[in-house]
């Protein structure tokens, strides 16, 4: 059997079936992989070790009494801590949220937890899902398995670590601007952004009321998949939930893609990105094509629009949930977020309702050039995981435009996976992005090039990596 913390969901929960192992075990190996590796990685803000042990034994009591589990029962989760669990710390990884004790459960915990996973603890982010990493603030910024000196990025920072590092099988995240594919990329992970509404966001604490998602990071594009089984569904006390039918997101995971036409959208990234970052989309074009896959240069609009319509929305909302907290105590904050967030206090309200009918013109614009394409491909980064020392930015999105941004402006979900490694080994990621509500699909493509790239399915040795 392979190392116990990196099997995945889906071979985690089939040895449960089979009584090969029990969730006691799982849970024991991913708390000693904390204990061990976490001082150094700094994934986690709170451990519910009583907890989850508690919670592995009663589910093992159930299948020694002839209980059939789910995918779900018996497997260790962590949660981002801007993630609301009754009676546990949920800080947002500030010092405002410090001592904060929920009253009530999120959607999203309180389905896995209906479903009978885990709960190892809570994963560190950029504080309040923005502004990071930030070295002020009551908890350390999680780090890179694969190379501590490198950041894990962001804001989903703590959830790509510990899921990486064999801590947890999956651990949730948000995505604003990019949260949850950001760490998938940099982390060697498949983290996926579903369709705007698809997963209910009451109980996460925003950023942006109009451009967060909800997601998983897994190691795997069909462990999104069985997650997506969970944590889907209306929720009638979130108003941005939409109320439909529920994709099956498994059913057609093993179906050939033969005969799917994929956009490759080079303009976005090909004059910035690194020659790595160039060489491994071709090879994941490559990849698709001898699937069977129909693989074709698209021109989309401008991802500088995106960027600058996505910033001007987030910074507009994020300021309006801080404003009293800004004004009557800015030192409660990191000096990180306190700068980026305040600048929402000079956008004007024309300009935010002005930023609001372009992000419509902009996802139209989208939808219609993808109208006779099944998925676009492209890059999810530029080059792989910054160094700490080269990542000190106030306001880092004055940079290069960011390249998952058209998915929180449109709200069409977007799948990150492993593409390939850089030549330092780290990690780099592709992207897939389909149409609204059209989900399956995208996890069924980015299923089918896991398969056919086993090849780059290996995990950090944390027992080498340069610890600091």
């Known amino acids: 059997m392979q190392n116990i913390n990196f099997l995945s969901i889906k071979d985690a929960s089939h040895l449960l079936r089979t009584g090969e192992i029990k969730s006691i075990d ?29 919670s592995a034994k009663l589910v093992d009591e159930k299948i020694k009494n002839g209980h059939d589990p789910s995918c779900f029962e018996g497997i260790p989760i962590g949660l981002k801590d801007i993630y609301d669990t009754a009676g546990i710390l949920t800080t947002c990884h500030s010092k405002l949220f410090e001592k904060r004790i929920p009253t009530k459960d999120c959607d999203a915990w309180e389905r896995l937890a209906s479903a009978g996973a885990v709960l190892i603890g809570k994963t560190s982010t950029h504080e309040f899902a923005s502004g990071g990493p930030s070295f002020d603030l009551p908890w350390p ?54 369709s705007y509404g698809l997963v209910s966001r009451r109980g996460i604490f925003p950023l942006s009321w109009t451009l967060d998602h909800a997601g998983p990071l897994c190691r795997t594009t069909e462990d ?39 956009g490759l959208c080079a303009h976005w990234f090909e004059t910035s990105a690194s020659k790595t970052t160039q060489k491994i989309i071709r090879e994941a ?32 909302e994020a300021f309006a949930i801080h404003s009293k907290w ?16 305040q600048l929402g206090a000079f956008i004007s309200a024309d ?34 995981a910054a160094l700490f020392k080269d990542s000190n930015q106030d306001f880092h999105f004055f940079d290069k435009p960011s390249l998952t941004m058209p998915g929180n402006v ?16 780290l990690p780099l990621g592709i992207q ?33 990596a340069p610890f600091n």
Not at 235 to 257: E, M
């Open 224 to 262: 999104c998949a069985l997650t997506m089984g969970v944590l889907a569904g209306y929720d009638n006390r979130d108003p941005s939930s939409v109320n439909a039918l529920t994709p099956d997101f498994t059913s057609d995971l093993n179906k050939t893609i033969n005969g799917l036409k994929i």
């Open 351 to 384: 300009q935010y309702i002005d930023a609001l009918r372009w992000r419509r013109k902009l996802a139209r614009e989208l939808t219609d050039c993808m109208d006779s394409y099944d998925i676009v491909l492209t890059a999810n980064e530029y080059e792989p």
């Open 432 to 464: 897939l992005i389909g149409h609204y509500f059209d989900d399956a699909k995208v996890l069924r493509v980015g299923h089918q090039f896991e398969k056919a790239r086993s090849d780059l399915q290996k995990w950090p040795s944390l027992e080498s």
């Open 410 to 425: 449109s709200g069409q979900p977007a799948l990150t996976i492993r593409g390939g490694f850089s030549d330092n080994g």
């Open 26 to 54: 799982l849970t024991e190996a991913c708390i000693k992989k904390i204990s061990e590796f976490d001082p150094k990685i700094n994934a986690f803000i709170t451990i519910c070790e009583e907890q989850a042990l508690e």
């Open 326 to 341: 800004l004004t009557n105590q800015p030192d409660t904050y990191g000096e990180f977020f306190r700068l980026r967030t």
């Open 285 to 316: 074009a490559d990849t698709l094509k001898s699937l069977g896959a129909e693989i074709v240069p698209i021109t989309l609009p401008r991802l500088e629009d995106f960027h600058a319509c996505g910033r001007i929305i987030l910074l507009s």
């Open 141 to 194: 910024p999680a780090r890179n398995p694969w190379n501590t000196d490198h950041i894990p990025s962001g804001s989903s920072s703590g959830s790509g670590a510990a899921v990486a590092a064999g801590m947890v099988f999956m651990a949730t995240g948000s995505d604003t601007g990019g949260s949850i594919r950001g760490p998938a990329g940099l982390n060697g992970l498949s983290g996926f952004k579903p």
